[in-house]
């Protein structure tokens, strides 16, 4: 079957424009926006909610970004050529993905449950915070329901929509630049409703706060805590001879 016109814009040309507005927009911003190029981070409001929410989501989130270059970068003739069946990778790929998934969506909402809830952060939030929310949490939700509705087709015996037959060769195909739209076509509504979701994420990023992750050092996970003390201890502790690090 060929593709619909409006399909070769989807498939054919959205997603170059999507990459011309992502490293256009993230070298603009990144020259005249230097010192707003932050999470804007919302720490000192409130940090009993934030210190479970943030992890439980940017961990999950980590899973979930392994998971999309595995399952959209890696061919299934090279997983099968391991010696993984196609099932056994459909176990642990599902598996793993509804695991971290699940934990992305919970600390998601924690994280704007508590955006809501709490007064200074709430004053603080833009219009392109909420903008910002409402889209990845659309991409988080819809990339959870296709992966269930993919487990539930799993179980019952219907392949026929993979998207690793489908939406991973349009994926890898638009890096050589002759992007398959016959492949993506082929994909169900689902999985096209959220490749559409993920561009626009992509489209939003540099305009965003998400521009912190480019500027997430590894060796933040591994800090030390920031030790704040209240002033009146300070001579005291000024005596003490400066030691970096845990101590
Ligand atoms: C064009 C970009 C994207 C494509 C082509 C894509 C493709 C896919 C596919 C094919 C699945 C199903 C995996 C399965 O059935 O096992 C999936 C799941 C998922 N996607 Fe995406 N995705 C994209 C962007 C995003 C973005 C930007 C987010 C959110 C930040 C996201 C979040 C998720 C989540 C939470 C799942 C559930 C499974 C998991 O935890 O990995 N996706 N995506």
Do not use: C
């Amino acid at each position: 079957m060929s593709a619909s016109s409006v399909e070769y814009l989807l498939w054919g040309a959205l997603p170059y424009v999507v990459i011309a507005v992502f490293v256009g927009g993230t070298i603009w911003r990144y020259r005249y926006d230097r010192f707003g190029w932050t999470t804007r981070s919302s720490q000192l409001y409130e940090s009993r909610l934030l210190r479970v929410a943030s992890p439980v989501f940017h961990f999950g989130l980590l899973v979930v970004i392994v998971g999309h270059v595995i399952g959209l970068l890696i061919p299934e003739s090279w997983t099968s050529a391991t010696g993984l069946s196609e099932a056994a990778y459909h176990v642990m790929a599902l598996s793993l993905g509804i695991i971290a998934g699940v934990a992305t969506l919970g600390g998601i909402a924690l994280l704007i449950y508590r955006r809501r809830t709490t007064g200074p952060v709430f004053s603080a939030t833009t219009v392109n915070d909420k903008t910002m929310y409402l889209v990845l949490t659309a991409a988080i939700v819809s990339g959870l329901a296709v992966t269930l509705l993919s487990a539930y087709t799993g179980i019952t015996g219907g392949h026929e929509r993979d998207y690793r037959e489908t939406v991973s060769v349009w994926f890898r195909s638009i890096w050589i630049l002759q992007p398959d739209v016959d492949a993506m076509s082929a994909a169900g509504l689902g999985f096209k409703i959220h490749a559409l979701i993920g561009l626009a994420l992509f489209a939003l990023f540099p305009f965003s706060r998400l521009v912190h992750a480019f500027s997430a050092p590894v060796w933040y996970l591994f800090r030390p805590y920031v030790v704040y003390r209240s002033r009146d201890r300070v001579p005291a502790e000024a005596t003490r001879p400066i030691r970096r690090g845990w101590g």
